[in-house]
T-cell receptor, first 116, second 111 residues
């Protein structure tokens, strides 16, 4: 079946512009996650949506970052007034659920963001 | 706070065993994971271990967990060139779904 998809695969933008990154999770998965992979920084948690609960935004690095999940499915990560340090690969993942029980997270291919 | 540490690079010869090590700080972690990332590809779950286990074996993969020392390792037997990739250790943070990842270990397998 279809996996997690992300668009665009690559995005080049100028410093100060806003960008939107999209994630389509696996159908039926109630949990959705955004991570960032920067060169030399490993994978960094950004935000987590679980069903209708309030999202866990504890990983967002600044108030320029926001995310929403419409209808419990598609999610958009928005970065306002982009800075060069925002350049990274943004990964989305989804799982059947979250919380205390084991749930494998399935990752999308990522969006490579380059801020000039 | 939560933190996961890994060594950054490991080089082995084809046919040897590889051992990738990881330390973590959150004693409430319920699950620990190993993910693999091949060049140009997404993250793929290799294996996981529940925190009340100390060993899990899956074909060529052996995961060892020392909960007292908060140390996790991944052993790959008979390492092949196709095993060359970046390997990430991750812990499930408390009662949430989010994963805390290490920086990744680049495994280079020489023929």
């Amino acid at each position: 079946g279809a996996g997690v998809s992300q668009s665009p695969s690559n995005k080049v933008t100028e410093k100060g512009k806003d960008v939107e990154l999209r994630c389509d999770p696996i159908s039926g998965h109630t949990a959705l996650y955004w991570y960032r992979q920067s060169l030399g920084q490993g994978l960094e948690f950004l935000i987590y949506f679980q069903g209708n609960s309030a999202p866990d935004k504890s990983g967002l690095p600044s108030d320029r970052f926001s995310a929403e999940r419409t209808g419990g499915s598609v999610s958009t990560l928005t970065i306002q007034r982009t800075q060069q340090e925002d350049s990274a690969v943004y990964l989305c993942a989804s799982s059947l659920g979250g919380g205390a029980i084991y749930n494998e997270q399935f990752f999308g291919p990522g969006t490579r963001l380059t801020v000039l | 706070g939560e933190d996961v540490e890994q060594s950054l690079f490991l080089s082995v010869r084809e046919g040897d065993s590889s051992v990738i090590n990881c330390t973590y700080t959150d004693s409430s972690s319920t699950y620990l994971y190993w993910y693999k990332q091949e060049p140009g590809a997404g993250l793929q779950l290799l294996t996981y271990i529940f925190s009340n286990m100390d060993m899990k074996q899956d074909q060529r993969l052996t995961v060892l967990l020392n909960k007292k020392d908060k140390h996790l390792s991944l052993r790959i037997a008979d390492t092949q060139t196709g095993d060359s990739a970046i390997y990430f250790c991750a812990e499930k943070a408390g009662n949430t779904g989010k994963l805390i990842f290490g920086q990744g270990t680049t495994l280079q397998v020489k023929p």
